[in-house]
């Protein structure tokens, strides 16, 4: 992220922070903790605050053909945000990562029409797909299915424009590359569109059928790698399935296809993705793919919460009983990362998930994954047992 950037966003909560402090000091105002952390909204004026964090943290234990996989104890995540709203339109983002190496993940300012736009600048994690793009606390797994996790764009600095209405919902994002990416000619700009249709939508009934797209232009080495974990991160985040350093990279195109049903405590939805990489110098075209299905309920009554018009979840409906929210989930995923000349590996993984809810801002999420790769991007068939727990506490 550039220094111009960070200095324009430091600039803009201090103006957040001017403009709520005469609502503050002559008391006009009221002060109140949630989920999403600790809230100061003004009573006149349509500005608040919030500020909260996530904390993730995982025991994970692998069994089977486990070499180079190093288990245990994980920080996941620890990261804190602030949000604010200025006069019901103005908005500003910023959200930094501290677990791992320390990256700022958010940092934009925007704009929202109350009916029919939202427009952000700055960096964000573009749209693309239903999963990537749902609130991380509020996911029903410990990661991202295997397709997701490894064609989703990743953190970067570009606009970004929402169009809606009653029905339909349309998003897009232009972006640069993050700070990592080797640039020494022309900037690789990318381009997310999500299109979502959804007749019924609301926090708890939907039906949503939607389509993301993202052409990404190659960096200066002219090569790209997909891989991904094998939906647990170990403490050296092993993986599976790896394309490599794919060369003579042009371009790539992938495409999303979302479809979703929620109805109460059951959620049923999935994704089918499909990726060509435009080569040059006499390198073949590559195509690779994956999708994944997911079933989930809440034994105890509550319900996945829907966002209307970002289309994604948001967390759960209140906790009905003392003793907190149960939800069982199971999931299929694929990935084929194998095509012409590159031997990446197929890998089928069947995920069950007992999810705890003993407050509304704290889970204990336990998964069982077994993952088979067949083959891996060694070449050899590797079936790993993945169990374990992880503790998150969210105010985010």
Same mark, same amino acid.
């Given at each position: 992220?550039?220094?111009? @950037?960070?200095?324009?966003?430091?600039?803009?909560? =201090?103006? +957040?922070?001017? /403009?709520? @402090?005469?609502?503050?000091?002559? #008391?006009?105002?009221?002060?109140? +903790?949630?989920?999403?952390?600790?809230?100061?909204?003004?009573?006149?004026?349509?500005?608040?605050?919030?500020?909260?964090?996530?904390? &993730?943290?995982?025991?994970?234990?692998?069994?089977? &053909?486990?070499?180079?996989?190093?288990?245990?104890?994980?920080?996941?995540?620890?990261?804190?945000?602030? %949000?604010?709203? !200025?006069?019901?339109? /103005? @908005?500003?983002?910023?959200? %930094? $990562?501290?677990?791992?190496?320390?990256?700022?993940?958010?940092?934009?300012?925007?704009?929202?029409?109350?009916?029919?736009?939202?427009?952000? !600048?700055? $960096?964000?994690?573009?749209?693309?797909?239903?999963?990537?793009?749902?609130?991380?606390?509020?996911?029903?797994?410990?990661?991202?299915?295997?397709?997701?996790?490894?064609?989703?764009?990743?953190?970067?600095?570009?606009?970004?424009?929402?169009?809606?209405?009653?029905?339909?919902?349309?998003?897009?994002?232009?972006?640069?590359?993050?700070?990592? =990416?080797?640039?020494?000619?022309?900037?690789?700009?990318?381009?997310?569109?999500?299109?979502?249709?959804?007749?019924?939508?609301?926090?708890?009934?939907?039906?949503?059928?939607?389509?993301?797209?993202?052409? &990404?232009?190659?960096?200066?080495?002219?090569?790209?790698?997909?891989?991904?974990?094998?939906? #647990?991160?170990?403490?050296? #985040?092993?993986?599976?399935?790896?394309?490599?350093?794919?060369?003579?990279?042009?371009?790539?195109?992938?495409?999303?296809?979302? !479809?979703?049903?929620?109805?109460?405590?059951?959620?049923?939805?999935?994704?089918?993705?499909?990726?060509?990489?435009?080569?040059?110098?006499?390198?073949?075209?590559?195509?690779?793919?994956?999708? %994944?299905?997911?079933?989930?309920?809440?034994?105890?009554?509550?319900?996945?919460?829907?966002?209307?018009?970002?289309?994604?979840?948001?967390?759960?409906?209140?906790?009905?009983?003392?003793?907190?929210?149960? &939800?069982?989930?199971?999931?299929?995923?694929?990935?084929?990362?194998?095509?012409?000349?590159?031997?990446?590996?197929?890998?089928?993984?069947?995920?069950?998930?007992?999810? /705890?809810?003993?407050? $509304? /801002?704290?889970?204990?999420?336990?998964?069982?994954?077994?993952? @088979?790769?067949?083959?891996?991007?060694?070449?050899?068939?590797?079936?790993?047992?993945?169990?374990?727990?992880?503790? $998150?506490?969210?105010?985010?």
């Amino acid at each position: 992220m550039s220094q111009g @950037l960070r200095a324009i966003t430091f600039i803009f909560i =201090v103006i +957040c922070l001017v /403009w709520l @402090l005469p609502e503050v000091v002559i #008391a006009r105002y009221k002060v109140f +903790c949630d989920e999403h952390g600790l809230n100061i909204v003004t009573e006149k004026s349509g500005s608040s605050a919030i500020l909260g964090g996530l904390s &993730q943290n995982d025991f994970i234990k692998f069994r089977g &053909q486990t070499k180079g996989i190093a288990g245990g104890y994980r920080y996941r995540r620890f990261r804190l945000h602030a %949000y604010f709203v !200025l006069n019901h339109y /103005w @908005l500003l983002n910023y959200r %930094y $990562q501290f677990a791992g190496p320390p990256e700022l993940e958010d940092t934009n300012i925007g704009y929202q029409d109350l009916h029919h736009i939202i427009f952000l !600048l700055g $960096q964000s994690d573009p749209y693309f797909g239903l999963s990537n793009a749902s609130n991380i606390p509020a996911l029903v797994f410990w990661e991202l299915s295997l397709p997701i996790n490894t064609f989703a764009p990743p953190y970067s600095p570009g606009s970004y424009i929402n169009l809606y209405t009653q029905h339909f919902s349309f998003m897009n994002n232009v972006f640069s590359p993050g700070p990592k =990416v080797n640039i020494s000619e022309k900037v690789p700009i990318g381009t997310t569109f999500r299109l979502v249709y959804s007749p019924i939508h609301t926090l708890t009934h939907v039906i949503h059928v939607a389509v993301s797209l993202w052409r &990404q232009n190659a960096n200066s080495d002219r090569e790209v790698e997909f891989g991904t974990v094998p939906e #647990a991160v170990s403490r050296n #985040a092993f993986e599976l399935v790896d394309t490599g350093e794919i060369i003579n990279t042009r371009n790539y195109f992938i495409s999303d296809l979302e !479809l979703l049903y929620l109805k109460g405590p059951f959620e049923a939805q999935a994704e089918l993705t499909n990726t060509r990489v435009n080569r040059f110098r006499g390198s073949p075209d590559l195509n690779f793919s994956g999708y %994944y299905i997911v079933v989930n309920y809440f034994l105890t009554g509550e319900s996945r919460l829907y966002d209307w018009p970002s289309a994604d979840f948001i967390g759960i409906t209140k906790i009905k009983g003392r003793h907190g929210a149960l &939800q069982v989930a199971a999931r299929y995923s694929y990935i084929n990362l194998t095509n012409r000349d590159i031997r990446g590996g197929k890998e089928h993984n069947f995920t069950f998930g007992l999810n /705890w809810y003993p407050t $509304q /801002w704290s889970v204990f999420l336990f998964n069982y994954i077994y993952a @088979l790769a067949s083959p891996d991007f060694a070449g050899k068939r590797r079936n790993v047992n993945i169990f374990g727990i992880r503790y $998150q506490i969210m105010f985010d």
